[in-house]
Nanobody, 121 residues
Framework: QVQLVESGGGLVQAGGSLRLSCTAS????????MGWYRQAPGKQRELVAA???????NYADSVKGRFTISRDNAKNTVYLQMNSLKPEDTAVYFC???????????????WGQGTQVTVSS
């Protein structure tokens, strides 16, 4: 059974840093794009950053220059380094991964359970 397990959220003061990690457990698959989304209270879930298997990354305008996404393909893990955090970054952060299973056709989309990031002013 495949699971995405996130860690690294917490409470931090404005200007501080946090690093989120997300690991896909299981076997029999390869991972295409991995990404981080966030959802603040009363708002829609939005893309924060995504990275392809080859390492090409894209970011939401609101986090460019402050957040860095990276991945370790051997560990099936994606990271999000968040620097210069602002109160408006407060949200639940969700990991997302597109998994391609051996012998199957289309890839499947998986989500983590979410991790809370709270930035105090």
């Amino acid at each position: 059974q495949v699971q995405l397990v996130e860690s690294g959220g917490g409470l931090v003061q404005a200007g501080g840093s946090l690093r989120l990690s997300c690991t896909a457990s299981g076997s029999g698959f390869s991972i295409n794009t991995m990404g981080w989304y966030r959802q603040a209270p009363g708002k829609q879930r939005e893309l924060v950053a995504a990275i392809t298997r080859g390492g090409s990354a894209n970011y939401a305008d609101s986090v460019k220059g402050r957040f860095t996404i990276s991945r370790d393909n051997a560990k099936n893990t994606v990271y999000l380094q968040m620097n210069s955090l602002k109160p408006e970054d407060t949200a639940v952060y969700f990991c997302n991964a597109e998994l391609k299973f051996t012998g199957r056709g289309n890839p499947y989309n998986y989500w983590g359970q979410g991790t809370q990031v709270t930035v105090s002013s």
